[in-house]
């Protein structure tokens, strides 16, 4: 385990370098730059203002040795300024990210929670099959923006229980959570169904097995057969979707966040890129990416635990 540990982290380091330097390839061929965009703001700049600006912000010396730079103030703990924002980079990021990962935490624990016990349900009651599966369809089948738009509508104007968007103003569990409802309702419903459909198909495969039988034949209730047998050997595919739906959540989750309102990673890339924020939005990007690498590498390990197996 320490051995895939290391060797995972040494992968994410690598590509992490591999995904900022093509990034700021990409960026830096882009036509214009900040200079070009003041130019065109404000027609009163000369060209030797042009001139002094570019050496002030460094974009008069070469792509790669820019590069350099910027990665070694990153490693120094230094992420520079926003140019959009006008504050330090660090004082948009953070905030964001911790808002996208609560978002993400209480939307995946719900729809993975409701769709083990859905697929559980529908796998122990044959009869069941047919009803988990169309729930899971029409869960499927409705569009992101659309409920997003309906659950406000429902809640917010005409019954005014929640409100509709944004954050709350005096922070508080209580408070905050009533804010948080509706945009994790609207993304664990959009996640329902895939966890729903895949436990569900996992547990008939394992209650078909011959160790299941053996339990039964021993007299074990159906409940522990159910829940101490079968469900740890369906989980690793179950485990494999919530590491997927991590990672593109924290970068993914932009319709959900413009819908409510809520400053997240998603919004803040789509801004910064927007914007012309390039400093911003590769720092953004980057941290979207380590979340998702290290979401992986923890469903690698949680299936590892699950099935020893697997670490064979």
Do not use: C
Not at 12 to 39: C, E, F, N, Q, R
């Amino acid at each position: 385990m320490p051995r895939l540990i290391l060797g995972r982290l040494l992968q994410i380091a690598v590509t992490l370098v591999l995904l900022s330097a093509a990034t700021w390839l990409v960026m830096g061929l882009m036509p214009g730059d900040p200079v070009d965009l003041a130019l065109m703001a404000d027609p009163q700049l000369t060209a030797a203002d042009a001139a002094r600006l570019r050496a002030l912000h460094g974009l008069d010396v070469p792509l790669h040795r820019r590069y350099l730079a910027w990665a070694g103030a990153v490693l120094r703990g230094e992420f520079g300024h926003s140019r959009l924002f006008a504050v330090p980079a660090a004082q948009v990021l953070w905030p964001a990210l911790g808002s996208t990962l609560v978002l993400l935490g209480w939307s995946l624990l719900l729809s993975a929670g409701l769709g083990v016990l859905l697929g559980a349900w529908g796998a122990a009651r044959r009869a069941a099959a047919p009803a988990v599966d169309a729930a899971a369809i029409l869960a499927q089948s409705m569009p992101t923006f659309w409920l997003g738009i309906l659950l406000i509508i429902l809640f917010a104007v005409e019954l005014g229980w929640l409100p509709a968007g944004g954050l709350p103003e005096a922070p508080g569990a209580l408070e905050s959570l009533r804010f948080l409802l509706l945009p994790v309702a609207t993304l664990a419903t959009a996640n329902l169904a895939a966890y729903a459909r895949h436990a569900m198909a996992a547990m008939q495969a394992e209650l078909g097995a011959d160790y299941i039988r053996t339990a039964r034949m021993k007299g074990l209730p159906e409940r522990a057969i159910l829940w101490r047998h079968a469900f740890p050997n369906a989980a690793i595919p179950v485990v494999t979707i919530l590491a997927l739906d991590a990672g593109a959540l924290v970068s993914g989750a932009l319709v959900t966040e413009q819908i409510f309102a809520r400053p997240g990673m998603g919004k803040l890339i789509y801004d910064a890129v927007m914007g012309n924020d390039y400093n911003l939005a590769l720092l953004a990007l980057l941290l979207a990416a380590l979340v998702t690498m290290l979401a992986t590498l923890a469903a690698d390990l949680a299936q590892r635990l699950i099935d020893p197996r697997l670490a064979r």
